[in-house]
């Protein structure tokens, strides 16, 4: 028999050759160097494809939908093949891999990451983790074996991106200047993101002129009506534009007004934008439609200009272009606006002293040449490659990144696909890990396209796909219930191998009175999870009524208003004038929320006064430190997904990334899901798979909650916890 070669043996022992060696397959990262270095004698090897001198490419059986295992030493090992061939593929190569949720995908970056630091000459690479969340790039981070530093957002991949550009370009000029201090890069600082930054330019690129003056225009202060009607359509599109990658190297350009268009209609815009136009008043109205026939035949900036320019281009119109103007010619306008903001953007954001110092400006400009200029969020993803800017984007050594790791990829948008390509060398390994099947954030813009456009990031080099199908997070009968949504409504072939043993627990019509919510909290994680933010509200409602201590995924939760509320109190008060106090803050109080987190505060008081206590503190620091213990942990927004012995309110979105123990479902969330999907379209596709988020949540028990919202509202939720212990 002849000798295998290192490659052939690998792929033998990694599990590549037969389905028996497949379920055997040896795990863990520690074992590849060895395996590469083993030659062992074969009955059978699968062969293996040379592409390079130096590298291979492994092409394993694929796995069979039938295969369900039953016990966990039987399970195949998905992760360790694909570890190798990560390590194995030429320089310049992609590697796709389609995981379903609990497949570990994080721990799956985690080895990749650890066995592709050093090259097969025994060379450090320089590596680049990315994801599109802060959930995500805790999760990556949280991991021992990849290096925080490796590890950057989106978000600030792409600012460190312009602080280089913008320190590289305006050193020169400073130290021109004779500013010594500029030797210094560090001693430009970093900016504070604009959440405002486009309604603000609107009113600068918008102001009031003495052709649109009257009184009662001036509810907001003394803005402009082409302001008032056209401010929130254009900050919206301007974001979503920035999102679909509007301007960036090889797309379309700002000027694009098709692309606008197709932008504005994808997302409904129109619509918003003649709601505003119907509740103007009819001497409004008329200013509006003058302006947008300016805006037409002069362009945008003909707003800002000197009023000669524009009592000259307001003369020049012929009476029927101010009486005849449409939606049509208003949608029209507004586009034209938009792609005037976006350029104006561009330099808002790379240079300092925008259009002067005045009352707008000031808050958004620089305050000397040594602070970067404002950026939205949404710039700090888009800028880097713009036409305009085209920062590079290079690692710690000043050269490409050898290795390009992109987490949870199936919920980029165009732009954010964009910024990866645009990281990327020509010898660049490109390593996507997402699952398409769990996209639904077509809301910020994610898209297939964006997912498919990373898969071909490149026109050379070889590009691999591979799908896990293990389950690790779920109980079997929780896997039967995935399954379930997989095959039923997203219709979808995908046949998951769970790989627990035990079967966990479905229930049905459930409720969480007579301590039953108590129970589960004392076995693990608890998540009452809903696709509508008021039924979230209405339990957040009901358990400060009744005092249950809850945490808000991802968010700080009620602990800081609490404390906000009792800090109000003298430091001196007495218990008993502290419950009378707080009862009548609430009678007098107007907000529903305050009236609740006054209840919780009243509960807690209650207790207090009725077990009595020795302490030498005063009532108040009591409550306080009585507080932080039942809310303990509840504030971390990154770990609040971990936090036992409260339940954890959130969102299908919210929640994606994280596991518990116990997923709670609310009935209406998935009522609203099956109402959008009877609708059909994208919007349907992504609450497809929302559900499939929902539901694959859960590890040990999976609840759904009895549907008593139909007849009483969100106010049904107190029957549902009635009693609660």
Known sequence: MPLASDGDAAADLLGFASDEREQNACSGASLLLSLLSTVPESDSVTEATPSSSTSIILHPQPFSNAMILHSSSMVVDEHTP?????????????????????????????????????????????????????????????????????????????????????????????????????????????????????????????????????????????????????????????????????????????????????????????????????????????????????????????????????RAAIESLAYEELVQVTATVRLHAALHATSYVLHEAVKVATRPGWRGKNSFTNAMDAKDTMQLPALAFVEMIALPLNVFVQAPIVSLTGQPYDVIVVDEAQDTNLAQAGLVRWAMGEHTQLIVIGDPLQRCFSFASATSVAFTKLQEARAFGNVETRHLLNNFRSSRSICAEIQKVLTEDIESDRQIRPTRTDEGEVLYNAHLRNGRLSKWLAEGTVAILSRLNSVLAAFQAFFLRVGQPYAILGQAGVL????????????????????????QKGMSSDGIAQKDQIKCLIVFAASLLENGSNSLATPKVQLMALLEKAYQGSVSCDANAYVRG????????????????????????????????????????????????????????????????????????????????
């Not at 930054?197 to 003394?222: S, W, Y």
């Not at 800081?560 to 009862?583: A, C, H, M, N, V």
């Open 560 to 583: 800081p208003q609490l404390r906000g509320l009792l800090d109000g109190f003298p430091d001196t008060i007495q218990l008993s004038t502290l419950l009378l106090e707080l009862k």
């Open 82 to 310: 694909v570890v190798l061939l990560a390590k194995t593929q030429p320089r310049g190569s992609t590697l796709v891999i389609e995981a379903g949720a609990g497949a570990g995908k994080t721990s799956l970056a985690e080895r990749i990451i650890s066995a592709s630091r050093i090259n097969a000459h025994g060379v450090r690479q320089q590596i680049l983790a990315t994801t599109m969340t802060k959930a995500g790039v805790n999760a990556l981070k949280s991991k021992g074996d990849i290096p925080a530093s490796i590890v950057k957002s989106m978000h600030a991949l792409g600012y460190a991106a312009l602080k280089n550009w913008y320190v590289s370009k305006m050193q020169p000029m400073l130290l021109n200047a004779g500013l010594d201090f500029a030797k210094d890069p560090r001693r430009i600082r970093q900016p504070k993101p604009h959440t405002t930054k486009f309604e603000i330019m609107c009113q600068v690129l918008m102001p009031p002129t003495e052709f649109d003056r009257e009184d009662n225009m001036h509810a907001e202060g003394k803005v402009s009506v082409t302001y008032l009607f056209m401010h929130e359509f254009i900050a919206t599109l301007v974001n979503k534009a920035y999102e679909a990658g509007l301007g960036q190297v090889g797309n379309e350009s700002f000027d694009d007004i098709e692309a606008l268009h197709r932008t504005c209609c994808y997302y409904e815009l129109e619509g918003r934008l003649e709601t505003v136009f119907l509740n103007l008043s009819i001497e409004m109205k008329t200013l509006c439609n003058r302006a947008c026939a300016l805006i037409v035949a002069h362009g945008a900036a003909i707003l800002s200009d000197s009023r000669s320019a524009m």
């Open 646 to 725: 409260m339940p954890i309110l959130g969102t299908g979105h919210s929640s994606k990334g994280f596991e518990f123990n116990t997923v709670v479902l609310a009935e209406p969330g998935l009522s609203m899901i099956k109402a959008i999907i009877d609708k059909g379209g994208e919007p349907a596709e992504d609450e497809k798979h929302l559900k499939y988020v929902l539901v694959s949540r859960a590890r040990d028990r999976l609840v759904y909650l009895e549907d008593v919202f139909v007849e009483g509202g969100n106010r049904a939720i107190a029957e549902l916890c009635t009693p609660l212990h």
